[in-house]
């Protein structure tokens, strides 16, 4: 008797947990769904992202030094999906997927350490347009709804490998208000301002990017942008 009361209390329980797995894989499920669909909804906002094979924005950036901030033009030339070369004041950086360099002004080239090229890479990896036409790569879950700058957005997460990023969502325009994304385990808060249509595509040309204590870490703004423009070198 005691045997069989054993039996059906390890039932009951192997029931519970199996419910619990099965209520929590549906719902899995069900967030992968919802959020697929506002991604879908996101490109079509933005335009044909398909279409384009290379990017060139010129604007200015803007960064914290000690006493203040300074101001530099900044050229950033994007072969999709894996080459970017980053031209401002009297340095050039050069990434091809996983090799970099650093060109000097003379002419001769300087291999970047394994971090810079992962700093800067990770640059191009988190730009929408790529991330847009790498839906696959992705897993895409709906956590909810939340108001960002007094804008009322769907919270996505986005996991690819063993990268994260949460991007929030203006519910009504269906354009990115803001990426959050850690490097070295430092949080980084990516604010898109403005957006301007450009060829059919709507892209951001004013970003800021702050720490979670709202320090700044960069600023730009974007005052030409061209697609699908031949970039010489790559």
Same mark, same amino acid.
């Given at each position: 008797?005691?045997?069989?009361?054993?039996?059906?209390?390890?039932? $009951?329980?192997?029931? %519970?947990?199996?419910?619990?797995?099965?209520?929590?894989?549906?719902?899995?499920?069900?967030?992968?769904?919802?959020?697929?669909?506002?991604?879908?909804?996101?490109?079509?906002?933005?335009?044909?992202?398909?279409?384009?094979?290379?990017?060139?924005?010129?604007?200015? %950036?803007?960064?914290?030094?000690?006493?203040?901030?300074?101001?530099?033009?900044?050229?950033?030339?994007?072969?999709?999906?894996?080459?970017?070369?980053?031209?401002?004041?009297?340095?050039?950086?050069?990434?091809d997927?996983?090799?970099?360099? $650093?060109?000097?002004?003379?002419?001769?080239?300087?291999n970047?350490?394994?971090?810079?090229?992962? %700093?800067?890479?990770?640059?191009?990896?988190?730009?929408?347009?790529?991330?847009?036409?790498?839906?696959?790569?992705?897993?895409i879950?709906?956590?909810?709804?939340?108001t960002? $700058?007094?804008?009322?957005?769907?919270?996505?997460?986005?996991?690819?490998?063993?990268?994260?990023?949460?991007?929030?969502?203006?519910?009504?325009?269906?354009?990115?208000?803001?990426?959050?994304?850690?490097?070295? %385990?430092?949080?980084?808060?990516?604010?898109?301002?403005?957006?301007?249509?450009?060829?059919?595509?709507?892209y951001?040309?004013?970003?800021?990017?702050?720490?979670?204590?709202?320090?700044?870490?960069?600023?730009?703004?974007?005052?030409?942008?061209?697609?699908?423009?031949?970039?010489?070198?790559?």
């Amino acid at each position: 008797m005691k045997i069989i009361k054993l039996v059906c209390i390890i039932f $009951l329980i192997s029931v %519970a947990l199996v419910s619990d797995e099965f209520g929590e894989y549906k719902l899995g499920e069900k967030q992968q769904f919802e959020g697929s669909k506002i991604f879908d909804e996101i490109v079509r906002s933005i335009g044909n992202v398909d279409q384009i094979k290379t990017i060139r924005t010129n604007g200015t %950036a803007n960064q914290p030094i000690e006493f203040g901030t300074i101001s530099f033009p900044v050229q950033v030339e994007v072969q999709l999906p894996g080459k970017l070369r980053i031209k401002f004041k009297d340095k050039e950086f050069i990434i091809d997927n996983d090799n970099g360099w $650093l060109k000097y002004p003379q002419g001769f080239y300087e291999n970047l350490p394994e971090e810079y090229i992962n %700093a800067i890479s990770g640059n191009l990896n988190r730009n929408f347009i790529l991330i847009a036409q790498s839906k696959t790569d992705y897993e895409i879950k709906l956590l909810g709804e939340k108001t960002i $700058l007094e804008r009322e957005c769907y919270e996505l997460e986005l996991v690819k490998n063993d990268s994260k990023l949460t991007l929030f969502v203006d519910i009504e325009k269906k354009l990115p208000v803001q990426m959050i994304y850690l490097i070295d %385990a430092k949080q980084i808060i990516r604010t898109y301002i403005d957006y301007k249509t450009v060829d059919g595509i709507q892209y951001p040309i004013h970003t800021i990017s702050t720490d979670s204590d709202n320090n700044l870490i960069s600023e730009i703004e974007i005052e030409k942008v061209e697609f699908n423009v031949k970039i010489e070198g790559f």
